[in-house]
């Protein structure tokens, strides 16, 4: 039978209420009310447990079963009392015969969550950590709700707790097919997205042995980083007021809240989850650093510093370009002060992104109403996740670019090309420009000084656009390149962009290496005494 069966019932009674939770927010509440409305509740474990510590009248899934739990509560559940009582259709006289017979009365309400898989094995688990919080009877009564919606209710969120207890209290303990109709969904989702989870803990597990996927057809080993298939099974997180441009529907899915919070400000737009992106992956290289602020515009960065201060930090960034920031992106490494605060919010910036924010610098940002106030919550840590792109017909996945290690560790890995090696200043502003291009739509140039980008010259059709482009930007504010570095995300194809920035006054430069063409870029970085270093790993954006 499905949903919009015409023998299915639209509004249901419910009368009967099973409920088993890990999370157990709210569940109280929604208990009290379902009590209000005389609803029976049968629970479990730790459920009943709660509920009867809130003076709540509470049957045991045993006694209903007449079988105590049993294998330290890993079958307790798991029983046709419970099932058949879920499953039963309610006007088809044979199942109502089938409960009669068995003296099982009809549930009219699952509300379940499970055990946290994805929380006990993130970071890594063992085996046998991992398969304690594989939950097996949660799912299986959500399931089963859900495949009989047109006749019970499943509840698998607490977050819908308040609209399913509104609707009861409206319409005489009562839910409508069209609310059923969408807990089933969410339910299924929930369970698909539990199954993913444990495929993916296998995938890991089966990548560290050597193992073979069955899935992949070819019996080869499957890849550490790129499984043999792509679960993508997100819950949808919000409706977006459209996408990229108004004439285009948008939505957010995934869970954006294990990376940050939106403290202040209206809903973040499609275009502004983009730019925050970004602003995360690239502060996230500065994760030890000392005080870091970086300004982004359209998802680019157009000025970043590290200095003794943020504030410091953020005057030298928004020195590299004083137009662009308007409306921009600022985000920074360590808590921010009021200083800084107040520095930032001599221009109107679109979101001010932060891990912290110190005494009343919250209230000082809050007093623009136009302005998102954003509280990073984790690293992005890149390289733990696929960086996914649609193209027609299909994703391309690959293992992310990841954070580039300490500058020292860096340098272990350059090869000096010149006849000079770089001064350790022109290192460490080598080691911070690389970091810096490594986020710039490619072609990408970035110029640095002390720990501050002069010039950035971002998604060119050719490197010498980007460099010129770099090179007007910083001529715009007045800034001089002398004793600058400069970074290339690619290789330069010929010698002319280096001298180009030779010229300018750049006396270290790092870049891939790997042209055809290398040895003229050598020997015209030798003839203008630039040190340039060759990193051998490209950092294309597209």
Known sequence: MTADSPDATDAISIRRA??????????????????????????????AARLRDAGLPVTDVADVTGFPEMLDGRVKSLHPAVHAGILARRDAEEDRE????????????????????????????????????????????????????????????????????????????SLSLATRTSLARDAFAHTARYDRAITRYFDRDLDDTGSSNPESGDGEPGSASLPDRLHTNLPRARALRYGENPHQQGALYGTPSDFFDVLHGRDLSFNNLLDLSAALSLIDEFRDAPPTCAILKHTNPSGVATADTLESAWRRAFATDRQSPYGGIVVVN?????????????????????PEFEAGVLELLQENDRRRVVRRTADARLDERLDLRSVLGGLLAQTSDPVLPPATVQR???????????????????????????????????????????????????????SELAVRKAAKSELDLEGSVVASDAFFPFADGLEAAAQEGATAAIQPGGSIRDDEVIEAANTHDVAMVLTGRRHFRH
């Open 334 to 354: 360590r808590p921010l002060d009021r200083p800084t605060a107040e520095a930032i919010d001599e221009i109107f910036t679109e979101i001010v992104i932060a």
């Open 18 to 47: 099973l409920l088993s939770v890990y999370d157990k927010d709210r569940i109280v509440d929604f208990a009290q009310t379902l009590h209000d409305l005389d609803v029976e509740l049968i629970s479990t474990g730790g459920t």
């Open 98 to 173: 089938d409960l009669e017979e068995a003296g099982i009365a009809p549930i009219d309400l699952v509300v379940c969550n499970l055990y946290p898989f994805e929380e006990a094995t993130r970071g890594g688990a063992d085996r046998s950590t991992a398969m304690e919080n594989v939950d097996i009877g949660g799912p299986t009564m959500i399931r089963a709700a859900a495949k009989n919606h047109p006749f019970v209710g499943v509840v698998t969120h607490p977050e819908r707790y308040a609209d399913v207890a509104r609707e009861l209290q409206e319409n005489d303990a």
């Open 412 to 466: 272990e890995n350059w090869e000096i090309s010149t006849e000079r090696a770089p001064t350790e200043r022109e290192s460490d502003d080598l080691a911070f420009a690389w970091r810096i291009v490594k986020h710039v739509k490619s072609n990408a140039i970035v110029y640095a000084r002390d720990q501050a980008t002069l010039g950035v010259g971002a998604g060119q059709m050719s490197r010498i656009d980007a």
